[in-house]
Structure formats: structure tokens, C-alpha cells
């Protein structure tokens, strides 16, 4: 069998980073890093949340030190996964990927953190799970690219967009971090 193109490789693993580098190379004024505080869209897919997989991610996102700021489970309406996958509309797998994701409850959450929309990508791992790493949420738990568990945004403008849709502004969370937060991030 053929090997995927390099493009179509790249595809999965890809997350656009011009809003990511730029706050990393970004310096406060005592010379240290910046932190810009980015939010993204993660959803537990049908498949995920059907074999009781919500936890695990949760767990992750948790332990990597991100900040959960919202969070429901719902049966999502056509409107919305219609508008989420508006890109994909003329692929011959889109009529499939509805369904699937029509098939039932998600669990959708936003998680706020630096950096958060590159590294969630590299936390669910590349879109078809025969690529996908061991570690990576697809490649512990999803064999085939129609049912891969778990859905993040693929860049800030699309994490912003996503989260309008999914969300209203009076479902997320602005919640204090108590101290925590100087136990994960350098000043
Ligand atoms: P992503 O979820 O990693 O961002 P996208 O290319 O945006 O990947 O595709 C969205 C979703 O569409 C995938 O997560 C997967 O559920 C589904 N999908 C993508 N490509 C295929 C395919 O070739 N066959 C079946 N489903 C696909
Ligand atoms: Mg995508």
C-alpha cells in the first residue's frame, strides 16, 4: 500500500502556530516569557463518551496543568456540527461524519492555558489513529480515523470561532486559580 503524501501526513499532526509562536517569543518587560493565555474547544466525540472515556480526558487535560472553563454534554443539533465541519462539507466522508457525530450525547469543554490550542493537538494526536502515537489520546484509544474519540481546535482562530458556536459567553467560567497557578508557570 501506498504511504499517505507527506501533505495528507501532515495533515493530522498540523497546528497553526502564527498566534502560538508569536506569544512564545514574546518577552515581558523583566526579559522573561511572556505567557499569552489561549482557550480551545475540546470535544469527547459519541464514540468517547460511549465507552466512558470523558474522565480520562479530563484527567489529562488536568494533570498537564490546563484550566477547564466550561463544559456540557449535549446531543448536538445538525446546525452546529454542520457549521463545525462547514470545511469538510464536500468530502465524500462528510455525510458519515454527521452521522456519527448525530449518534449520540458529546461532551464538549473549553480549556484555557498557554499555548493550549497547539498542545491540545499534540495531546489527541494525528487525525487517522493508524498515525496517531502511543501516549497520545487517539493512539491509546481509537484503531480508525471514523472513530477517533476526541475533537480540539485546530488553531486560536478557529478555537475562537468553535467556542462561539458551541458555547455562550454566560456558559464559561472565569474562575480564580488560588495560588495554583504559580506552581505551573514561571513568572
Ligand atoms: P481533526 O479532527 O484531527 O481536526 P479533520 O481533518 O478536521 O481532523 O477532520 C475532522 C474529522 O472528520 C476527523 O476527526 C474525523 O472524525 C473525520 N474524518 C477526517 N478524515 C476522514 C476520513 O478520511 N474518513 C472518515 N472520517 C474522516
Ligand atoms: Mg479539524
Request: glycine letters at 8%.
Amino acid at each position: 500500500m501506498r504511504g499517505l503524501s507527506g501533505r495528507a501526513a501532515l495533515r493530522g499532526l498540523m497546528c497553526r502556530t502564527r498566534a502560538s509562536v508569536a506569544s512564545l517569543l514574546a518577552r515581558s518587560s523583566s526579559g522573561g516569557p511572556s505567557w499569552t493565555l489561549e482557550r480551545t474547544l475540546v470535544a469527547v466525540k459519541p464514540d468517547g463518551v460511549q465507552r466512558r472515556l470523558v474522565g480520562d480526558v479530563i484527567q489529562r487535560f488536568e494533570r498537564r496543568g490546563f484550566k477547564l472553563v466550561g463544559m456540557k454534554m449535549l446531543q448536538a443539533p445538525e446546525s452546529i456540527l454542520a457549521e463545525h465541519y462547514h470545511d469538510l462539507q464536500k468530502k465524500p466522508f462528510y455525510p458519515a461524519l454527521i452521522s456519527y457525530m448525530s449518534s449520540g450525547p458529546v461532551v464538549a469543554m473549553v480549556w484555557e492555558g498557554p499555548n493550549v490550542v497547539c498542545t491540545s493537538r499534540a495531546m489527541i494526536g494525528h487525525t487517522n489513529s493508524a498515525e496517531a502515537a502511543p501516549g497520545t489520546i487517539r493512539g491509546d484509544f481509537s484503531i480508525h480515523i471514523s472513530r477517533n474519540v476526541i475533537h480540539a481546535s485546530d488553531s486560536v482562530e478557529g478555537a475562537q470561532r468553535e467556542i462561539q458556536l458551541w458555547f455562550q459567553s454566560s456558559e464559561l467560567v472565569d474562575w480564580a486559580d488560588e495560588g495554583h497557578h504559580s506552581s505551573i508557570y514561571p513568572a
